[in-house]
């Protein structure tokens, strides 16, 4: 269980404001960046998400709705609208950068934190990258009828 | 008042001659109102006068009496016999410090982390003598009293999962005072302090697991301190990069 | 001579500790539902053939069983998230800062509120 660690001298380090100061060291930038968007994708998945997963997958299937409700129809009908685009941009961003900041987080708790620079790379790499295809089908697509082939 | 006997797992660690750390059992008499800090020292006093521990005020102001009480850490001079469960009371020193001897742990790091975030009064310029003291209303003393509260016990960083982990982490009660200065009407320090926040040991590997104020017996509430500080430290980084001018002020 | 240093511990060596863990697990579950949605865009795109497969997938039992266990989750990041922001109160909006208590339930309203409206304005009502 025991951690030595050496060298070391039990109690006679004095502490110094001039040697804290001469440590200081560089702000990172991107951590407060990425808890701040983690936030409000806190925010965004707690107040939207239960309602659209209960609406969108568990309703019909609980037969509370007809099936056509979620069908193309109905989707087509409201997707033009631009306040359910955004929406549905807002619920996917906010989700990704929420929960894969966590996913992060756990995986350091769980003690892989030699391979941080990896999973931060892939947990942020997977959030960008659904973001901008959110962005892309909700915005570009409907709108401009572009179509990137692999996407 | 009846007695009994409770069986005391005290941790032994002499770093003169033992290889590692061991337990030693006391048998020690309990009455109702007897606190650990009581029978650690009903144990020195009467039957090994070797064992070593912190105390002081033996009344939860001093904050030197910490250890892990069957693996909790606790003030033992708060915690009464009678009220913990099992037939054994473990006592062990707190968990993440280097252990110096038997229940006695070393501090060097918080008091580094401490001293990092300045926490005295920070002024651009000290008003003359003359000019008397800082002046506060009762409500700009209520926006910092609770975490003004820290009597520096250190129960909050045995506690915490991710100090245990990372040696990048500030600690919750170092977070707590840098708060507690940030919100002091008199202090105009609060961008340095979050500059020192916002570095790579700064409060960034906290996930907000609470296990601190669980455990703080001052109702510090340093994970919520934590939290605002994110907040703060994310704002001033927004700022900084949106608006670079205003925020070389 | 060597200092020793005991680990506190992690994940189960007390029932907070686990319901931390369920909490943070249950964020990742917003980022698979987001995940999801984005796919149920992408068929979307590629017309009605690609969507009613998409749909007839999602409506399999085993498709059911996932749904209802993220919604499980997402629910418990929901209601915790609630009752943690009301702690971080950087910005006392207030002369005394609200307790903690209070702003859950303001949360908890705001939260069908939202749910509401969101049922009417984007998913057409009941
Ligand atoms: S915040 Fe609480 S637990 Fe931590 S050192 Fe201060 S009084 Fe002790
Ligand atoms: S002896 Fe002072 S706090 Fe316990």
Redesign the interface.
């Known amino acids: 269980m025991g951690v030595p660690r050496e060298p070391w001298n039990p109690g006679h380090e004095i502490v110094r404001l001039e040697a804290v100061a001469k440590e200081a060291e560089r702000e990172v930038v991107l951590e407060p960046m990425v808890w701040g968007l983690f936030s409000l994708g806190g925010f965004i998945t707690a107040f939207l998400l239960p309602v659209t997963i209960f609406f969108l997958s568990l309703a019909v299937p609980l037969g509370l709705w007809p099936a056509e409700r979620i069908g193309y129809g109905a989707f087509a009908a409201r997707f033009p609208d631009l306040l359910v685009r955004l929406f549905f941009l807002v619920v996917i961003g906010g989700g990704l950068f929420h929960g894969m900041h966590r996913l992060r987080h756990i995986l350091l708790d769980a003690g892989l934190t030699r391979a941080d620079t990896l999973w931060a790379v892939l947990c942020y790499g997977v959030a960008v990258f659904g973001t901008l295809a959110a962005v892309y089908y909700t915005f570009l697509e409907p709108t401009f009828g572009w179509s990137l082939p692999f996407l | 008042m009846a007695e009994r006997e409770v069986v005391f797992r005290v941790h032994r660690y002499r770093p003169e001659s033992d290889r590692g750390p061991t337990y030693q059992d006391y048998r020690v008499p309990i009455r109702d109102d007897t606190v650990v800090l009581d029978a650690l020292n009903h144990i020195k006093d009467t039957l090994d006068p070797t064992l070593t521990f912190r105390w002081s005020c033996r009344m939860g102001i001093c904050g030197s009496c910490g250890m892990n009480v069957n693996g909790t850490p606790v003030l033992t001079c708060g915690v009464f016999v009678k009220d913990l469960r099992g037939g054994v009371v473990t006592v062990d020193p707190m968990a993440n410090f280097p252990v110096l001897k038997d229940l006695v742990v070393e501090f060097d790091d918080f008091m580094r982390k401490l001293q990092g975030v300045k926490p005295f009064l920070i002024r651009k310029e000290d008003a003359p003598l003359s000019a008397g003291e800082y002046r506060q209303t009762p409500e700009q003393v209520e926006a910092y009293r609770q975490q003004s509260m820290c009597i520096n016990c250190m129960l909050c960083y045995s506690a915490c999962p991710v100090y245990s982990r990372t040696d990048h982490f500030l600690g919750p009660a170092a977070s707590a005072i840098a708060y507690r200065y940030i919100k002091d009407s008199r202090d105009e320090g609060a961008d340095e302090r979050l500059g020192r926040i916002s570095t790579k040991t700064g409060i960034w590997e906290c996930t907000f697991v609470g296990e601190c104020s669980v455990v703080c017996p001052k109702d510090v509430d340093p994970a919520a301190a934590i939290q605002s500080l994110k907040v703060l430290a994310s704002m001033r980084h927004m700022r900084r990069i949106l608006m670079p001018k205003s925020a070389s002020r | ?10 994940w189960l ?2 029932p ?2 686990f319901l ?2 369920m909490r ?2 249950g ?12 796919w ?3 068929e ?2 590629q017309g ?1 053939l690609a ?2 497969t998409f ?1 007839a997938f ?2 399999t039992p085993g498709m ?1 069983v996932v ?2 266990v ?2 499980a989750f ?2 418990v ?2 209601i915790t ?2 009752a ?2 009301g ?6 909006l207030t ?3 609200i307790p ?1 208590q209070k702003a859950f339930a303001g949360n908890l309203v ?2 069908v509120g ?2 509401v409206v ?2 009417y ?4 009502g009941l």
């Open positions: 001579m060597l200092p020793w240093k005991r680990p506190a511990g992690w060596r007390n907070r500790y931390f863990q943070e697990v964020g990742v579950f917003a980022a698979l539902y987001a995940l999801v949605l984005l149920q865009l992408r979307f795109s009605e969507y009613a749909l999602m409506g059911f749904n209802a993220m919604f997402v629910l990041h929901a998230w609630f943690l922001i702690k971080a109160q950087p910005v006392q002369k005394e800062p903690w705001a939260w939202i749910s969101v049922l304005l984007i998913f057409g």
